[in-house]
């Protein structure tokens, strides 16, 4: 199983880049990294995947090391409305189903 | 495009009683699943279904939940009997078809059990 670390929480100022890192030293080559983001009372939101290479959307940018064993979340200007918890997600068990961690907590202040 | 649907979204209900909730999918998605969510916790797997078949269900507490997925569409989730501990938002997601593809979830329904 791909297990994963990320600090409890970071905070951010607005409009300023915040980069959330993951460390997944377990993960297997095919594994995919992904992140959702839960704000309170939501249920997770998608906000990325990747598998090797760096990946672009218009939420954020995942920046994948090397070697595969960490990542981070790049949100290139954070507003209030991205305080959530943000996880990060290696695919797991026969069905490579999603396995949540606690996630990182993110505060921005304006 | 219409999302995830869960009812209800609140219930309360004595330890001991039975309680039921119920998800619809987003309209083609193969792949359904329910998470149970601690206060303060990430969300944990329960069960993940493919069309109508179980896929992983290895942390489902089978003495006291059930799910079933009629027809490869609508599912429902049960607990029978709850306990104090049962007190959790259950949050049902669904996707196109399993791996690595993006998981949508609905809002939730958040049980208290007392």
């Known amino acids: 199983d791909a297990k994963t670390t990320q600090p409890n929480s970071m905070e951010s100022n607005e409009e300023e880049p915040v980069h959330l890192p993951c460390n997944h030293s377990?993960?297997?080559?095919?594994?995919?990294i992904h992140w959702y983001r839960q704000l309170p009372s939501q249920g997770p939101e998608y906000v990325i995947h990747?598998?090797?290479s760096n990946v672009n959307n218009r939420m954020a940018s995942l920046a994948i090391a090397e070697d595969r064993k960490s990542s981070t979340l790049i949100l290139h200007r954070a507003t209030l409305r991205d305080a959530a918890v943000y996880y990060c997600i290696g695919s797991s068990g026969s069905a490579r189903q999603l396995t949540f961690g606690s996630g990182t907590q993110l505060t921005v202040l304006p | 495009e219409a999302g995830v649907a869960q009812s209800p979204r609140y219930k309360i209900i004595e330890k001991r009683q039975s309680v039921a909730f119920w998800c619809n999918p987003i309209?083609?998605?193969?792949?359904l699943y329910w998470y149970q969510q601690i206060l303060g916790q990430g969300p944990k797997l329960l069960i993940q279904f493919q069309n109508n078949g179980v896929v992983d269900d290895s942390q489902l507490p089978k003495d006291r939940f059930s799910a079933e997925r009629l027809k490869g569409v609508d599912s429902t989730l049960k607990i029978q009997p709850a306990k104090l501990e049962d007190s959790a938002v259950y949050l049902c997601?669904?996707?196109?078809?399993?791996?690595?593809?993006?998981?949508?979830f609905g809002q939730g329904t958040r049980l208290t059990v007392v």
């Open positions: 990747g598998l090797t």
């Open positions: 309209s083609g998605h193969a792949t």
């Open positions: 997601a669904s996707s196109l078809s399993g791996m690595n593809t993006e998981a949508f």
């Open positions: 377990t993960i297997s080559g095919t594994d995919y």
